[in-house]
Each structure stands twice: as structure tokens, then as C-alpha cells.
């Protein structure tokens, strides 16, 4: 049976807050350098090769913690799928030490089908053909402290693939490192309503190659009782904009709040956004290079 670490978790660089492991959780290691799948994976000198197998081990709604060790590397051709309730993944390192996934085919890189888990700390790659970096297909995930790095694929860096989903995202960076992405958070086509979802504290730096949709799109099914909380955003294209939302006959359905968006090249500013429903506070644009970014104004009854 997997027990907890023998020596806790100090002698590793603590990203953020310290992990909360409960009493009688699993606990496994991951480091793709010396690590084997045939190891018990239960301590840091005894590591499984990869995060997937270690999932698998896990078991549902009991804390399980997979802790990945600074410097992991994977290049997955059939996605990882965190398919059991209630673990989080939790990354080590800084910078390029930070655990690396990298799509390789026409697959997502992480994809979640099961309920209330977390990813903390990952650095996930886009290759030719990938189809998302992670595909948010259950309820309750928090992600945070994560890199995000965004190539002409997959056109949609996070894709959101279930109704009611209540995703939360904080402290993330988003990083266009090719010409070609659409947007960084896609509500897919037929999922239904995305309800009771939070981005805070997202850097989303497309300013080098442009971003050319939106940050944030769904135009086809809605997604109320969202707030987009302190975020900037650089390189947006002419055309694009911080959000593409179904239009709505009612107000209130969320909530943008003190971001701050540049565009890469010269733009107009009342294009930035397509509310559908949602209001603004203290939301700033600047519409190209060299430019102060303004609040821009929003139209109220009163």
C-alpha cells in the first residue's frame, strides 16, 4: 500500500503555498530522469517515469498527491488524463526546471475527466497538431502557477468540454510563442452552459506573434457567473478581442475587473470586447504601441 513521504516535502523548492497532503493519502514521485514505472514511485529516490501511471495508481477522493521533481520532461502521444477524483498534481522547479509536458499528434496534453482535482506548477508545450494544451472535461479543477506556451497549434490553448464545469485558474502565464493561436480559453461547441468560473492573476503575453480571435470565446453555448479578475494581456490582433461571449438578453451574467489589455497593432478599442451580458470595472485599453492604455467606458441605465 503507498504510504505518505517519509521526509516530507522540504528539501524541495516550495512554488507558492506549501502542499496539504491529508492524513491516509497516497502520495507518489515523478521524475522522468532515472524514474521507472516498475518503481514503487512512493519516495523522491524511488520515482515513477511518468504522471499518467502515476494517476493511475491513485485513488478516487482520497487526497492523493503526485508530487513531479524539477526538471521532468515528457512528450506525450496519447494525452494524460487525470481520470481519477480528487488528485492534484503538484510540480517543482523554476523556470525551465518547472516540469515540462509537450504534445506530440493530434491529442490534448492534459485532459481532466474527473471531478475536484488540481495542477499546480506544470509547464505545458504545443507542438503541430495538438488539439489543446489542457481540455477541462469535468467539475471543480483549480489550476494555478502553471505556464501555458502556446505554438500556431493547437489554435486553442484551454478548452472547456462539459456543462457547469466551475473552473478556477490563478497566477498562470500564457505565452504565444508562433503565429496562429485563436484564444486562450475556448468554451467548445456543445459543451452548455460554463457556470461559476474564475480567472485571476493570468498573464497572457501574445505580443510577439499576436493572438487572432479573442482571449476568451464562447459564442455558441453561454457561460454566466464568470470573473475575469486582474488579468493583462498583451498582442491582441487588430481584430481581436479580450472576450467573444454569446450575446444575452439579460445583464449581470459576470463580472471583467481590473485588467488591463495592449494590442500589438493599431486597433479600436470599442472592438475589444463583445460582452454579451458581462460588465466592467476598471478595465483599461490600450489600442496599439506606445500608446497609455484608458479605462474604457461602461454604459449604464442610470
Not at 461571449?245 to 494590442?263: K, R, W, Y
Amino acid at each position: 500500500m503507498p504510504t505518505r513521504f517519509t521526509h516530507g516535502v522540504q528539501g524541495f523548492p516550495i512554488i507558492g503555498a506549501s502542499p496539504e497532503v491529508p492524513p491516509g493519502a497516497n502520495v507518489f514521485f515523478v521524475d522522468s530522469v532515472g524514474g521507472s514505472n516498475n518503481a514503487a514511485g512512493t519516495e523522491a529516490d524511488t520515482p515513477l517515469a511518468t504522471i499518467d501511471y502515476a494517476i493511475g495508481l491513485c485513488t478516487a477522493n482520497n487526497g492523493d498527491h503526485i508530487f513531479v521533481l524539477p526538471g521532468h520532461a515528457e512528450t506525450v502521444t496519447v494525452a494524460i488524463t487525470m481520470d481519477v477524483a480528487g488528485v492534484t498534481i503538484w510540480g517543482y522547479g523554476y523556470g525551465r526546471a518547472r516540469p515540462a509536458i509537450t504534445t506530440s499528434g493530434a491529442i490534448d496534453g492534459i485532459t481532466v475527466t474527473a471531478a475536484n482535482c488540481r495542477i499546480h506548477n506544470l509547464r505545458v508545450i504545443g507542438a503541430a497538431s495538438a488539439t489543446a494544451l489542457l481540455n477541462v472535461a469535468s467539475t471543480d479543477l483549480n489550476v494555478d502557477g502553471c505556464v501555458f506556451e502556446h505554438g500556431a497549434a493547437p489554435t486553442e490553448a484551454i478548452t472547456l468540454a462539459v456543462a457547469g464545469n466551475r473552473f478556477y485558474f490563478d497566477d498562470c502565464k500564457f505565452i504565444g510563442t508562433a503565429n496562429g493561436p485563436d484564444s486562450a480559453f475556448f468554451f467548445e461547441v456543445g459543451s452548455g452552459t460554463v457556470t461559476d468560473w474564475h480567472v485571476r492573476n493570468c498573464f497572457f503575453n501574445y505580443a510577439a506573434n499576436g493572438l487572432d480571435r479573442a482571449v476568451f470565446v464562447a459564442t455558441a453555448d453561454a457561460a454566466p457567473g464568470g470573473i475575469i479578475q486582474g488579468c493583462v494581456v498583451l498582442g491582441l490582433d487588430a481584430e481581436a478581442r479580450l472576450v467573444a461571449f454569446l450575446s444575452s438578453a439579460g445583464v449581470g451574467e459576470g463580472m471583467i475587473v481590473d485588467t488591463i489589455v495592449q494590442a500589438r497593432v493599431a486597433a479600436t478599442i470599442t472592438d475589444f470586447y463583445d460582452l454579451g451580458g458581462y460588465g466592467t470595472a476598471r478595465v483599461s485599453f490600450s489600442d496599439g504601441p506606445n500608446r497609455g492604455a484608458i479605462v474604457h467606458p461602461a454604459t449604464s441605465a442610470t
